[in-house]
Nanobody
């Protein structure tokens, strides 16, 4: 069973930077995808989260248009960890950020990533960007 542990997040002023980390354990498949969804404050838990960024086991990344050029995902396979570097943050980036993982995932397009196909979620991290 895949388990994800997130770290990072916090509060920053607009234009600032933050980094999120997500460490995975329990993988058994040779291919996988990892990334982040986010959910803005005030949204009901059942409302669909927004796929923000994802990366597959070959290192191919996929970004939502809203974060392209500002966010960068990377991975350290030796640590089973992915990182999300968020630069030039905007107030509209304020959200809970949830790490997600899917095994047997050869590649991913984050805006079409099916939440029902995911094998694990992180606990969520709050990112707050003030204007």
């Amino acid at each position: 069973m895949v388990e994800l542990v997130e770290s990072g997040g916090g509060s920053v002023q607009a234009g600032g930077s933050l980094r999120l980390s997500c460490e995975a354990s329990g993988y058994s498949a040779s291919t996988y995808c990892m990334g982040w969804f986010r959910q803005a404050p005030g949204k009901e838990p059942r409302e669909e989260r927004e796929g923000v960024v994802a990366i597959d086991s070959d290192g191919r990344a996929s970004y939502a248009d809203s974060v392209k050029g500002r966010f960068t995902i990377s991975q350290d396979n030796t640590k089973n960890t992915v990182y999300l570097q968020m630069n030039s943050l905007k107030p509209e980036d304020t959200a809970m950020y949830y790490c997600a993982a899917e095994e047997l995932c050869p590649e991913v397009v984050v805006t079409a990533w099916d939440e029902n196909a995911l094998d694990a979620w992180g606990q969520g991290l709050l990112v707050t960007v003030s204007s």
